[in-house]
């Protein structure tokens, strides 16, 4: 060999020994070290960014406080927050409308017009309920106890089973939507259980994904399916 030659296989020889030091040490991820330019780096995990993607900093930033927030608001528990299939739940709202965006999300918190909004707002001098005189949030408007609103809140349910009907939706899972919509107006009557929401509606797994592959959902739509119904059945928010 030429002395190049036997230069290349030298480092060659090198190169390999150091990959399989890194090998034996399970560490063969290079580390990406900051440079002596760089005025700052942003690291996530222990790794750092390689380039600004914004959604990844915000996450790693907002998510754990937000996490926090919600939980002491006993919206969602912590341990149920992995179980919502947040990228499609991101596909669908920014499929909507900015406006639509809003309302959703304001409404999901429960910021509507109900008594408790409408006189932070200052559009009335009190925040009870105009039917039964309480005190109004929005979940009160479920759960109002006067006759009116359960005649109203039963018409909705069944208009929804209409349009369930009408979508093909699988039965068991309007079935169940329907009852955990039912369950709001009366939450101290549904006992908690870590029982799967498909065992409380008489369903084996096995019925479960004839179901899930009648609506054309894929192993992971189904996954995800099953956690996120699992997590409301069990949450007790309601």
């Known amino acids: 060999m030429s002395w190049w030659e036997r230069r290349n296989s030298e480092v060659d020889d090198i190169a390999q020994g150091y990959a399989d030091e890194l090998i034996a040490t399970n560490d063969t991820i290079a580390t990406n070290p900051k440079f002596f330019s760089e005025p700052c780096a942003i690291y996530i995990d222990n790794e750092k960014v390689s380039c600004l993607a914004l959604e990844s900093v915000d996450e790693a930033v907002v998510l754990p406080e937000l996490m926090e927030y919600w939980a002491a608001k006993g919206r969602l528990a912590p341990e149920h927050f992995r179980s919502v299939d ?27 017009g109900v008594g408790k909004f409408r006189k932070r707002w200052g559009l009335d001098s009190n925040n009870r309920c105009p039917l039964c005189g309480l005190e109004e949030d929005h979940l009160h408007v479920p759960r109002c106890p006067s006759a009116r609103a359960k005649t109203q809140w039963q018409l909705l349910l069944q208009e929804l089973q209409e349009w369930f009907q009408s979508t093909t939706t699988a039965t068991p899972i309007a079935q169940f939507l329907g009852a955990l919509l039912r369950n709001i107006r009366t939450p101290n009557n549904r006992p908690r259980t870590e029982t799967p929401w498909y065992r409380l509606h008489g369903m084996s797994s096995s019925a479960l994904t004839q179901v899930c592959e009648a609506q054309l959902l894929s192993d992971n739509q189904l996954r995800s399916c099953n956690e996120s119904l699992n997590a409301l059945a069990t949450s007790g928010v309601y």
């Open 86 to 112: 947040w990228p499609i739940v991101h596909r669908a709202m920014k499929s909507l409308k900015l406006a639509k965006q809003r309302f959703i999300t304001k409404h999901t918190v429960g910021m509507c």
